[in-house]
């Protein structure tokens, strides 16, 4: 595949959380982002389609297409595509292995991913290590529905605020940070995912589930988060240096929208007297 100019160049590239089939998925700047970039590698980190959303009810719009159509796009121009299922689409780990593969892309439960640097990160969803999802799910499917509550409430608050000029604002994700427990409860979540990798002789972890971006060390261990695509809108790269950076593509979205004048009204013709 030749390198387009007109593109951002990445070696690897993480998405992970996009829960297509959801209402409040963002695959319209999903699919902006797909359209802007270009790797060698893209590491689809679970949750991509929502089948626990599309099992209570059926939602699937001409951008929930376009994204499939993109990813299998890239895997057939030559991008190799790597797909670890997560717990919302944890029907597809039934036929993970590392043989399988579907139009180009390569479906397996978890896999490691070798740096240009030479660093090796383990590459799993995360849901394993939220006690939540692993011992309550029936808990774990009532925090999904209060979880799909605050999103309608967020759609209809954003419905106002383009009425009014201003740009996507999450709320969901607003009042996850507001919540102590939540935040202890993100630490946990990101020291375990630390720890495992520890213990397998790996230089870190790349995840997702929990829809927090990160980058930090725990405890000389690198823990990498590539967020979600229903609040953050946000992705993990790879640069051709091994060098890692996550994308806030909201807040590139929100920068153009406000860079971008609005169009005055048009001239009105007024008749002579």
């Not at 297509?20 to 991509?48: K, N, P, S, T």
């Not at 829809?211 to 953050?232: F, K």
Request: charged share 30%; with cysteine.
């Amino acid at each position: 595949m030749l390198p387009s100019p007109d593109k951002r160049r990445y070696r690897t590239l993480f998405i992970s959380d996009t829960h297509l089939g959801q209402r409040g998925c963002r695959a319209d700047l999903l699919l902006e982002f797909l359209e802007e970039v270009e790797c060698e590698h893209l590491y689809l980190v679970g949750d991509i389609i929502d089948g626990w959303r599309l099992k209570r009810s059926w939602y699937w719009d001409a951008k929930h297409d376009q994204v499939i159509r993109k990813v299998l796009s890239m895997a057939k121009r030559g991008t190799k595509v790597t797909y670890i299922p997560g717990n919302h689409d944890e029907v597809f780990r039934d036929w993970a292995g590392p043989e399988f593969q579907v139009a180009g892309i390569a479906l397996v439960k978890e896999a490691v991913h070798v740096a240009a640097d030479g660093r090796r990160f383990l590459l799993i969803h995360g849901d394993e290590f939220d006690s939540v999802v692993r011992y309550a799910s029936v808990i774990a499917h009532l925090g999904d529905w209060a979880y799909d509550v605050a999103l309608a409430v967020n759609r209809w608050f954003n419905a106002v605020r383009r009425r009014l000029g201003y740009p996507y604002w999450s709320l969901s994700q607003w009042l996850k940070r507001q919540v102590k427990e939540a935040v202890k409860a993100i630490d946990r979540f990101e020291v375990a995912l630390a720890e495992e990798a520890r213990r397998r002789g790996l230089d870190g972890v790349i995840c997702g589930h929990i829809h927090h971006a990160e980058m930090r060390q725990v405890n000389g261990i690198t823990y990498m988060n590539d967020g979600d695509w229903v609040e953050s809108c946000s992705a993990l790269v790879e640069h051709a240096d091994g060098r890692f950076e996550l994308i806030d593509w909201a807040a590139e979205h929100r920068r153009r929208h406000n860079a971008t004048p609005r169009a005055l009204p048009a001239p009105v013709a007024v008749a002579a007297e």
